[in-house]
């Protein structure tokens, strides 16, 4: 996914392959079962070219990490515990992050200032 971000552009199982060589012993049928599983899992698209695909992304990089949290903190018996303890982890920049994403959602969100949260 990485490449497939940093391209951004639709790319082949071969580019991705050349590009990987470049650190490391790695089989052509391992980046395309990858490929394969990222798109069966909704992560990449695809279109025939040839006898074989390009692949792009269907979110950006901010998305997926999104859905990766929201998953994970879904998962948990005890969200609050969850988060309380995931925050805790973060470094000082990474709660002024927070803070400020805290801000944009609730200056689109009219319901966020009377705590009702839109609902």
């Given at each position: 996914m990485t490449r497939v971000w940093e391209w951004n552009r639709p790319v082949t199982?071969?580019?991705v392959l050349e590009d990987l060589r470049r650190d490391r012993t790695i089989a052509y049928t391992t980046v395309m079962t990858v490929m394969d599983?990222?798109?069966q899992k909704g992560w990449l698209?695809?279109?025939a070219e040839g006898r074989a695909y390009r692949y792009e992304a269907?979110?950006?990089r901010a998305a997926y990490?999104?859905?990766l949290m929201n998953e994970a903190w879904s998962a948990s018996d005890n969200p609050a515990a969850a988060l309380v303890?995931?925050?805790g982890m973060m470094s000082p920049e990474q709660r002024e992050a927070l803070r400020d994403a805290m801000?944009?959602?609730q200056?689109?969100?009219p319901g966020a200032s009377d705590g009702s949260n839109g609902r």
């Amino acid at each position: 996914m990485t490449r497939v971000w940093e391209w951004n552009r639709p790319v082949t199982v071969r580019e991705v392959l050349e590009d990987l060589r470049r650190d490391r012993t790695i089989a052509y049928t391992t980046v395309m079962t990858v490929m394969d599983n990222l798109h069966q899992k909704g992560w990449l698209r695809r279109e025939a070219e040839g006898r074989a695909y390009r692949y792009e992304a269907v979110s950006t990089r901010a998305a997926y990490s999104a859905a990766l949290m929201n998953e994970a903190w879904s998962a948990s018996d005890n969200p609050a515990a969850a988060l309380v303890a995931f925050f805790g982890m973060m470094s000082p920049e990474q709660r002024e992050a927070l803070r400020d994403a805290m801000r944009v959602v609730q200056s689109t969100d009219p319901g966020a200032s009377d705590g009702s949260n839109g609902r």
